[in-house]
């Protein structure tokens, strides 16, 4: 969904460091602007000197371009005639804050390059297009530009969920060499080591929610919270609970007032009167004919994306990852391979006994990093485009 030409074109060299510039700075709003996408925008004169800088804020408060015209302010610097950098096109309606258009010519800019289009269909186009009606100089990258595809990867949860109304689902998981994700016994603690453990947690951070199955919660009570790295927020956590089973003294219930558990029984009863005093939030999800008695995974997920959930972090045990990888509602996995072997025992995802390698899912390999001697890598499934 982007703006149609003549606002379409190639950056200048000289503009790339500035765009890259604004692009750290929408890396620094991950974690605080959900639902709302990371943005970032620069402030440069026309001799090249950097007038005002700023990110996207905590939904409601100010976006990256009043940020930065904010920033020059303080700093006294005239932006009349300078260009802005912007990792999105600004915005043209009126949200919980006025639109950066306005703010923007009525500032004096002359020039706007946006490094990605607004993937809001109901909006795509017009911050530019009000822009350009205003004599500002509008322009956007193309999609297949490299700072573009950054730019949308760093949004890929609010851009899958503006075009597919669903978040971007990313399935972590800690295995052994050999696939292995608990023992036998249910013992998974600890098959990764520290650093491994910490990355973890600043993918959790990233997320606007993270959701686990009733196996997991079952076997391991885990806060499923963000601790090993700093956080503004606490992502909102789920818990896929047919029945609704969770023991009321469960971890994920406390603090109170942060678990949201999707089920599937026509009346939550007397169980889910108790879970609902402890705090927890309960929607029911029934499935459809084929999966009586279970939750519908996407339209549990669909619900997520439209409580404003950008990123959906899983961390579930084997069938849930199974069920949610066959629904074809994963977009990436996040595997931390340790160097040890488990034996017999739990594997990482069910998909139950396949008779053709042509029926395996198949990844291909975004990136890989060794974590103190952890091994991860980040796949996505073969033939997938991500939400551009
Ligand atoms: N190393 C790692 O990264 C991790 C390891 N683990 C380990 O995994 C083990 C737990 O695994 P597991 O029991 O598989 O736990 P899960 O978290 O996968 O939860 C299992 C539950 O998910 C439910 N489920 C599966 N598919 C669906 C569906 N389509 N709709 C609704 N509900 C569904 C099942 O419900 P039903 O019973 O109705 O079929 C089942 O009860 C523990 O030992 C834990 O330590 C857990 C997380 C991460
Ligand atoms: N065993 C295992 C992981 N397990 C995951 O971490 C959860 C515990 O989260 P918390 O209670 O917040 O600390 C646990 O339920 C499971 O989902 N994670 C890893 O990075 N490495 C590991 O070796």
């Known amino acids: 969904m982007h703006a149609s030409p003549p606002f379409t074109s190639l950056p200048r060299p000289d503009d790339e460091p500035w765009l890259q510039q604004a692009l750290a700075l929408a890396e620094q709003a991950i974690g605080l602007t959900d639902p709302n996408p990371r943005v970032g925008c620069v402030i440069v004169s026309t001799d090249g000197r950097l007038l005002g800088q700023g990110h996207t804020q905590a939904a409601g408060q100010a976006h990256a371009e009043v940020m930065a015209l904010r ?52 909006v795509a186009g ?73 990355d973890g947690h600043a993918w959790r951070r990233r997320a606007g929610a993270v959701l686990t199955g009733i196996g997991t919660a079952r076997e391991d009570d885990p806060r499923m919270d963000v601790r090993e790295v700093q956080t503004a927020r606490q992502p909102q956590r789920v818990l896929i609970d047919s029945r609704l089973e969770l023991s009321p003294q469960a971890r994920l219930l406390q603090p109170p007032g942060q678990l949201l558990i999707y089920h599937a029984l026509p009346d939550p009863g007397p169980r889910g009167a108790i879970l609902a005093a402890h705090g927890a939030e309960l929607v029911a999800t029934p499935g459809a004919d084929d999966k009586p008695g279970k939750v519908d995974l996407a339209v549990a997920i669909r619900d997520l994306g439209q409580r ?81």
């Open 126 to 198: 017009q911050g530019l297009a009000r822009l350009h009606a205003a004599g500002v100089r509008a322009e956007l990258l193309p999609v297949a530009h490299p700072l573009a595809v950054a730019a949308s990867e760093l949004n890929l949860g609010f851009l899958s969920r503006m075009q597919r109304g669903r978040p971007f689902v990313r399935m972590k998981v800690a295995a052994s060499l050999d696939g292995r994700t608990a023992l036998a016994n249910g013992v998974s603690k600890w098959i990764t080591g520290p650093a491994a453990r910490r």
């Open 308 to 388: 404003g959930i950008n990123e959906l972090h899983i961390e579930a045990g084997y069938k849930l990852n199974g069920s949610l990888l066959r629904a074809g509602l994963v977009d990436e996995l996040l595997l931390y391979v340790a160097p040890l072997l488990m034996g017999d025992g739990r594997g990482m995802v069910d998909l139950g006994a396949l008779t053709a390698l042509e029926a395996a899912p198949r990844f291909t390999l975004l990136d890989s990093t060794v974590l103190e001697g952890d091994l991860r890598l980040r796949l996505r499934p073969a033939g997938s485009s991500p939400p551009l």
């Open 71 to 122: 920033d020059a302010q303080e700093q006294g610097a005239d932006v009349r005639g300078a260009t802005a950098y912007v990792t999105l096109e600004p915005c043209a309606h009126h949200g919980r804050t006025p639109p950066c258009c306005d703010a923007l010519i009525a500032a004096g800019i002359a020039r706007v390059v946006s490094a990605l289009g607004d993937p809001n269909p109901l």
